[in-house]
């Protein structure tokens, strides 16, 4: 068979688009509740996670967490783990799938395989007036990797410590007191949290523009089961001019924690682990 156009070529390509999951269908707290778990949120405690480095914070189910603009205009890196359980952690393709390549209030970030359940809901985001712009670009996506090392020495050929796979490395090192080797491979694909990113519309290529947020800016979000999080504040800023280095203007990121009133939390149940038998149809 050659590689030429057939003769049904455009026909083909005007095939009708069909979004794989009926979204309507994805499970959801209810907007009462959600209203109701916000109206009587407490700090009970603030981080601050520095510029080029990343910080760990652990927050129980039914609590929930803010990440906040404080000083300037930056992008964070978001890993979520089961607090018990590391190996059931952030799974951004489902993710994506469930409901976009951006996510914003409303939606929430699932787990991997064979966990699949909401690990957390985001309640309020003050960057959602942004929507898509002319570019197809969004804020909060969930279709970037992180920056990290590897590539850099790919395509630089020079070693950089403070991307954001090494910034979340080193914290997760430090929290768990274990060699840097041990804790890796536990690092996975993040939440960019104020980033604006899309893919070009010609070359369909991942591109980042300069973030939206604001000193004031957060995007908030309850913990469906018991989180341990790791946050990175990027090396690359507002991500409109570059993506890793040490000359890029950086800011910090705060970290808000938050517990809703004791009335709200009697009537919050965790999420269960997804109900797939898990037999892939074969017998016992």
Same mark, same amino acid.
């Given at each position: ?14 095939? /009708? !688009? ?6 309507? +269908? &994805?499970? #959801?707290?209810?907007?009462?509740? =959600? $209203?109701? *778990? ?21 927050? /129980? !189910? ?6 906040? +603009? &404080?000083? #300037?205009?930056?992008?964070?890196? =978001? $890993?979520? *783990? ?203």
């Amino acid at each position: 068979m050659t590689n030429e156009q057939p003769a049904d070529a455009q026909s083909r390509r005007e095939a /009708p !688009a069909i979004v794989c999951y009926n979204v309507d +269908s &994805v499970p #959801g707290r209810e907007d009462a509740f =959600l $209203n109701d *778990w916000r109206s009587g949120l407490e700090v009970v405690e603030t981080l601050t996670v520095p510029p080029r480095e990343a910080s760990t914070f652990s927050v /129980p !189910a039914g609590h929930g967490f803010r990440i906040v +603009s &404080v000083e #300037g205009s930056q992008v964070g890196d =978001l $890993n979520l *783990w089961n607090a018990h359980d590391f190996s059931e952690r952030f799974f951004s393709g489902k993710t994506r799938q469930l409901h976009a390549t951006h996510v914003t209030r409303g939606d929430r970030l699932w787990s991997n395989l064979p966990g699949l359940r909401a690990m957390a809901t985001i309640t309020h985001d003050t960057l959602e007036w942004y929507g898509w712009d002319a570019d197809g670009g969004g804020v909060h996506d969930v279709i970037g990797t992180r920056c990290d090392p590897y590539t850099h020495r790919l395509l630089n050929e020079v070693d950089y410590h403070h991307c954001c796979h090494s910034n979340l490395t080193r914290a997760m090192s430090e929290h768990l007191q274990r060699p840097p080797a041990e804790v890796e491979p536990l690092i996975h694909d993040v939440l960019n949290v104020f980033m604006c990113t899309g893919f070009t519309l010609d070359t369909h290529q991942y591109f980042m523009k300069a973030s939206p947020v604001r000193p004031g800016d957060y995007i908030e979000f309850l913990a469906d089961i018991d989180l341990l999080c790791a946050l990175s504040a990027c090396p690359g800023g507002n991500c409109g001019s570059s993506h890793s280095d040490d000359k890029t203007t950086c800011y910090p990121l705060q970290v808000d924690i938050v517990k809703p009133s004791d009335a709200v939390m009697e009537r919050f149940t965790p999420e269960s682990l997804n109900a797939y038998s898990g037999c892939h149809g074969m017998a016992d």
